[in-house]
């Protein structure tokens, strides 16, 4: 299995509060992905990251803003939470050569 | 952009039966991965397809990518409930790394 740990698992916070969530890997894959799971929805793509700085939107990206310092850890940010990003948060990386996404255990997120 | 769309939405089946689920891409597949995921749990790959008529198979389960690629069926042999939980097929947008995702089906297994 791939070494990946999202934190915190869950969280409850107030609408208007800033959110951090992390996804660690020690794979050192270069591809990392932020999505979020809701009902009827299945898996959306967020943000993703090709590389150390570099990121790109995805399908829905609006209130969310990402970061990647370093290959192992890739942050998801709600700037200022909405009731809309209760959800559930999966981080997945990533490497050609390999067939699959490796995914995290997922974060429980409610905005209250 | 592409979507994928799965059928059905839920499904209930005895112990036993065989099932099929399937995934319905708006545009050409250039490989197609379907996810196992348990109630609360992170996605378990399962397998992934390629190739215009590939099928695989793992334990009780195969999967074929149909000859014009844009669909691919995922077939569960004597069901168990150890199958229950949610599947979901995946994709790359052809020249892309932004993986879709279906809406995933939800399968429960009665002992």
């Known amino acids: 299995d791939a070494g990946i740990t999202q934190s915190p698992r869950h969280k409850v916070t107030e609408t208007g509060t800033p959110v951090t969530l992390r996804c660690h890997q020690t794979e050192n894959h270069r591809y990392m992905y932020w999505y979020r799971q809701d009902p009827g929805h299945g898996l959306r793509l967020i943000h993703y990251?090709?590389?150390?700085?570099?990121?790109d939107k995805g399908e829905v990206s609006d209130g969310y803003s990402v970061s990647r310092s370093k290959t192992e850890d890739f942050l998801l940010t709600l700037e200022s939470a909405t009731s809309s990003q209760t959800s559930v948060y999966f981080c997945a990386t990533f490497d050609r050569g390999f067939y699959e996404q490796y995914f995290g255990p997922g974060t429980r997120l409610t905005v209250t | 952009s592409q979507e994928l769309e799965q059928s059905p939405q839920s499904l209930i089946v005895q112990e036993g039966k065989n099932l099929t689920i399937n995934c319905t891409s708006s545009?050409?597949?250039?490989?197609l991965y379907w996810y196992k995921q348990k109630y609360g749990e992170g996605l378990i790959f399962l397998m992934m397809l390629q190739k215009g008529g590939e099928e695989k198979s793992h334990e009780k389960i195969t999967a074929k990518l149909d000859e014009k690629k844009q669909q691919s069926s995922l077939h569960i042999t004597a069901s168990q409930p150890s199958h229950a939980g949610i599947y979901l097929c995946g994709a790359p947008p052809s020249g892309t790394y932004k993986y879709i995702f279906g809406t995933g089906t939800r399968l429960k297994v009665l002992a």
């Open positions: 545009k050409t597949l250039y490989g």
């Open positions: 990251s090709y590389g150390v700085k570099d990121t």
